[in-house]
């Protein structure tokens, strides 16, 4: 297996890696993953990877490429034979744009998040954010979680990750790649980034889709170790969002299970005092009226922008989203982490069997219990044997039986 270059402004393919001493990678389903390569110190690796913003195709799975940007690079010492490159996976563009201004929004998560992504980065008012080459991908899932979305400040990428964090959704950011074209001479280059919205599936035994279950047991020999961890040291079970206004009159929403009570009921509070009732529908066209002081002065007082008043159920429902995304950042979990056999020699294939964001079922035969669980994440080590995967797994969406 070898890893392909490309410069991070034109575009092209500029070196091909085929001698690497370690490549791993993590790709998540909701979040942006990581990677490491170290590679010999040679005159082409030295030109081309140790420049900010060159990119790194892993590898293909499925339709999925998987590609980093770098964005660190070490060599030390005269004596090194061995140059370390670091950086991020390929949606870490996303987190290149901001949200300016309060943005508030009704609609289905992915129309939310399909609409940011048009306005800063496809076709933004100010060209100097325009990135050509970020696409919509056409066949997106037509079914998603409406809501009434308010966010301050953040950047792209943390926007869609909280938003899809409290609904169990994911996304990618994959490379589109033209090959070489010998009529015109035109390098293998990326034509495009492609954003995808993902719905998972559920592939444990005995799903109710019916569709073909993926198992993990150390009898089927794909399961090679297992390990467990509790951890409720940050445990919240009730968010308490404090709105607009003060005192006896401040906007109060529960969020969480309403039946929690005694030790059960462990408090959050949230200040949302940035989500107001009545908002501003036109920051862009201001008016005003020029003035003159005593002295002769001139001088513009800008009229307040028009204002539209939300509804109580409007506004509660944005309280209700902030308080979602707060609890997620402070829940208990049991921690999954497997090392399972995932390559051609075995029943279930990563990339063509099952992938990220799909729930599985692992059968731990030392505490005789059926786990189904979701996968959030994936590590692939590419070495000269072979590629060994590790999964990642999630800390809230799983059910454990015991047998």
Same mark, same amino acid.
């Given at each position: 297996?070898?890893?392909?270059?490309?410069?991070?402004?034109?575009?092209?393919?500029?070196?091909?890696?085929?001698? %690497?001493?370690?490549?791993?990678?993590?790709? +998540?389903?909701?979040?942006?993953? $990581? &990677?490491?390569?170290?590679?010999? !110190?040679? =005159?082409?690796?030295l030109k081309y990877l140790r420049i900010r913003g060159n990119m790194i195709l892993f590898e293909k799975l499925g339709r999925k490429l998987i590609m980093g940007v770098i964005d660190y690079v070490h060599k030390q010492g005269i004596a090194s034979a061995t140059v370390e490159i670091k950086? %991020?996976?390929?949606?870490?563009?996303?987190? +290149?744009?901001?949200?300016?201004? $309060? &943005?508030?929004?009704?609609?289905? !998560?992915? =129309?939310?998040?399909?609409?940011?992504?048009?306005?800063?980065?496809?076709e933004p008012t100010d060209e100097r954010r325009k990135m050509p080459e970020m696409k919509l991908d056409s066949t997106f899932p037509s079914t998603s979680a409406n809501i009434n979305y308010c966010k301050t400040g953040d950047d792209i990428l943390t926007a869609i990750i909280d938003m899809n964090d409290s609904y169990n959704y994911g996304f990618s950011l994959t490379p589109e790649i033209a090959k070489y074209d010998s009529q015109t001479d035109t390098p293998q280059n990326i034509t495009g980034f492609i954003f995808e919205q993902h719905i998972p599936v559920d592939r444990s035994v005995g799903n109710a889709g019916g569709v073909d279950p993926v198992v993990f047991d150390m009898n089927l020999f794909n399961l090679e170790d297992i390990d467990y961890e509790i951890d409720c040291t940050r445990l919240k079970s009730i968010a308490i969002v404090a709105g607009e206004d003060k005192g006896e009159n401040r906007k109060i929403v529960e969020?969480?299970?309403?039946?929690?009570?005694?030790?059960?009921?462990?408090?959050?509070?949230?200040?949302?005092?940035?989500?107001?009732?009545?908002?501003?529908?036109?920051?862009?066209s201001q008016t005003g009226t020029i003035e003159t002081?005593?002295?002769?002065?001139?001088?513009?007082v800008i009229d307040d922008p028009p204002k539209e008043q939300m509804t109580d159920e409007e506004y509660e429902e944005m309280l209700?989203?902030?308080?979602?995304e707060k609890l997620k950042d402070n829940l208990g979990f049991d921690t999954f982490n497997a090392t399972v056999h995932a390559d051609s020699n075995n029943t279930f294939v990563y990339g063509v069997d099952y992938v990220n964001g799909d729930t599985v079922t692992i059968y731990d035969r030392q505490i005789n219990a059926k786990i189904d669980i979701q996968i959030k994440g994936v590590t692939r080590s590419l070495t000269e044997d072979g590629v060994v995967t590790d999964l990642i797994f999630s800390d809230k969406n799983y059910k454990v039986t015991m047998l």
């Open positions: 297996m070898y890893l392909e270059v490309y410069d991070g402004i034109t575009l092209n393919r500029v070196d091909v890696i085929k001698t %690497y001493t370690f490549v791993q990678y993590t790709d +998540y389903f909701n979040d942006v993953g $990581t &990677f490491s390569v170290k590679v010999p !110190v040679t =005159e082409t690796s950086g %991020y996976l390929l949606p870490v563009l996303l987190s +290149y744009r901001v949200i300016m201004k $309060t &943005f508030r929004l009704s609609g289905s !998560v992915f =129309e939310i998040q399909r609409y940011l992504i048009g306005t800063h980065f496809i969020v969480g299970d309403a039946t929690l009570s005694n030790r059960n009921r462990i408090e959050l509070y949230v200040d949302a005092r940035d989500i107001q009732k009545e908002i501003t529908t036109d920051e862009q002081d005593e002295d002769g002065n001139q001088y513009i209700h989203q902030r308080g979602l």
